[in-house]
């Protein structure tokens, strides 16, 4: 998962040096904090948070196998 939301964020900033993903884990969840450049966080979260949402949801179709729920919090 992690590598899957650093390569999409990678693919959207201009730079790509700057994004960082860290995963926490605890017992029924799992937490990708996703960390950018200040001036490529609108482009990450894009009009109305469409590009955010867009996201989550690519990640939790990912995780449909595991039974953990996986959330994408952009910092």
Known sequence: MKELVEYIAR???DNPDDV???QIED??????ELHVAPD???KVIGKQGRIAKAIRT???AAAAGEKKRVLVEIV
């Open 11 to 13: 693919a959207l900033v």
């Open 20 to 22: 960082r993903v860290e």
């Open 27 to 32: 017992e029924q969840s799992i937490t990708l």
């Open 40 to 42: 490529d966080m609108g």
């Open 58 to 60: 690519v990640v939790n």
